[in-house]
């Protein structure tokens, strides 16, 4: 690892591209299910957009991963950003069924390409004493983005009709996704991972744990997902705008939280950070469907948000620092593919439950989940 201020200026290339291409995402997330509830798509339909999405990462993760090892970071990473601009430029094409499953795939193509690698460089980057904050400081950027892009995308949605606004927000898209592209070809450079071979992955009991805490994380986060937009604008007859300022505080909560909540991993361990945060969520889950006022649900969503900001960037570290560095990229590359079944499986459960059984039901499993979750990271990783 160079000195530190080298180190300082290789993070910020890699997170002015990661910025530049998380503009579309939380306008995605919000629109993309009420805009195909509207385009009159079921549940599970819906659900299945979610499916390809995480099932393409799910696949395509591991071996990104292993190319990591073998072929080092920067060409995937960069590559990450071309799957970028075709998505966006799919989506504002068109708004059919074929054309956002299509999409979709594109997306998890990208995801997959810049999520492993980016998180592979921080590792490399790096020590373990201001890992989690170098993590958090990657979520902090990619939100900070994707505000700035819900920001364009939702005063569009104000000023013209839907299906019009939806194109000109994903034109825009794909048009900061190449300044990304752009950005990254002439910006970034190599950190490791250039070998001829590796060795084998030895699977500790640490990494089996903590894949099993991933796993079932981001399986009870994923399975309300696609439907609690929707579960929400019909309970509430609200349209996708006042949704968007009411969740708007908690995109704040990621914004801003997640870089000290990795400095206090980094300072406390990342087990006891791990755990608070997902019993946090688990608890606001339980309780979310059943405020009377969508104002309250606001405010949950926003302790929900903490939790989760708290949860996640220790669980990266805790994975790069149980990754010997020569595997690195395949360590982390499993790891965000046993998060990818979770998320592949998750919103398939929750569309099927929202369906056939009550539709509170949803979040009074993913809440339970989260909590046995909770009480398996702080057994293991304690200390």
Not at 128 to 144: C, F, H, N
Not at 202 to 228: D, K, M, N, T
Not at 347 to 352: C, M, R
Request: glycine share 10%; with cysteine.
């Amino acid at each position: 690892m160079g000195d530190s201020s080298n180190t300082a200026q290789s993070s910020d290339s890699y997170l002015t591209a990661v910025f530049l291409t998380s503009l579309p995402f939380a306008y995605l997330n919000f629109s993309l299910p009420v805009r195909a509830d509207e385009l009159g798509f079921d549940a599970v339909l819906i659900g299945g957009m979610y499916a390809v999405f995480t099932g393409t990462m799910l696949l395509v993760r591991p071996v990104v991963g292993y190319c990591l090892d073998r072929f080092g970071r920067r060409r995937f990473f960069v590559a990450a950003f071309a799957f970028y601009v075709l998505a966006m430029a799919v989506f504002a094409s068109g708004q059919t069924l074929e054309g956002f499953y299509v999409a979709r795939f594109l997306q998890g193509i990208g995801a997959s390409l810049m999520w492993v690698s980016v998180r592979t460089i921080i590792a490399d980057l790096h020590a373990p004493a201001d890992r989690g904050e170098a993590m958090g400081k990657l979520t902090t950027t990619s939100v900070r983005g994707s505000m700035l892009g819900a920001f364009y995308g939702f005063t569009l949605a104000g000023m013209m009709p839907a299906a019009e606004a939806w194109v000109w927000a994903f034109g825009g898209y794909a048009v900061t996704s190449l300044g990304a592209l752009i950005w990254s070809a002439f910006k970034v450079g190599e950190t490791g991972g250039v070998s001829e071979s590796r060795p084998p992955i030895v699977w500790s009991r640490g990494l089996q744990q903590i894949f099993v805490v991933v796993f079932l994380s981001a399986f009870a986060s994923a399975l309300i997902e696609p439907i609690y937009l929707i579960y929400l604008k019909n309970r509430f007859e609200v349209g996708t705008y006042l949704l968007a300022l009411t969740f708007l505080p908690s995109g704040l909560v990621f914004a801003i939280l997640p870089r000290y909540a990795g400095r206090w991993s980094d300072r406390l361990g990342r087990g006891r950070v791990i755990a608070v945060g997902i019993a946090f969520a688990g608890l606001v889950s339980l309780a979310l469907p059943f405020w009377p006022m969508l104002l309250l649900v606001g405010v949950s969503y926003i302790l929900f948000s903490v939790g989760w900001a708290l949860a996640s960037p220790a669980e990266d570290a805790l994975v790069a620092d149980l990754a010997p560095a020569a595997v690195r990229g395949s360590v982390l590359g499993a790891k965000e593919a046993a998060a990818g079944v979770g998320a592949a499986l998750g919103p398939l459960a929750g569309g099927y439950i929202y369906e056939n059984w009550a539709q509170e039901m949803a979040f009074v499993v993913n809440g339970c989940l989260l909590l046995v979750t909770s009480g398996l990271a702080l057994i293991w990783f304690r200390r």
